[in-house]
Nanobody, 123 residues
């Protein structure tokens, strides 16, 4: 599976961005997808995850109520809608897929990674 993340950019605090993760090389209906982020000097952290069919979603406490993950298996794409952005959301965001249908929050349980897209939130 090859993953291509896009949609990052510079936004003011309180603004919104939508990230996309386009997958190729395998049926999108067979794996769960997670979004992670890594800020400078910090470890990579789980942000949100979605099961293979989109039926279940899970968010970290830091983004719950502000971010929404969704997927369109017909387009082999997973989205992360980010609203009410804060400066502390500034990071490189990565999408990842795992060879299981269920969400995991640990990065080492994901088999495939996209290249990352930078999100910068100014105060």
């Amino acid at each position: 599976v090859q993953l291509q993340a896009s949609g990052g950019g510079l936004v003011q605090a309180g603004g919104s961005l939508r990230l996309s993760c386009a997958a190729s090389g395998r049926s999108s209906s067979s794996y769960a997808v997670g979004w992670f982020r890594q800020a400078p000097g910090k470890e990579r952290e789980f942000v949100a995850g979605i099961t293979w069919d989109g039926g279940n979603k899970y968010y970290s406490d830091s983004v719950k109520g502000r971010f929404t993950i969704s997927r369109d298996n017909a387009k082999n794409t997973v989205y992360l809608q980010m609203n009410s952005l804060k400066p502390e959301d500034t990071a490189v965001y990565y999408c990842a897929a795992r060879n299981e249908r269920w969400i995991a929050t640990m990065s080492n349980l994901y088999n495939y990674w996209g290249q990352g897209t930078l999100v910068t939130v100014s105060s």
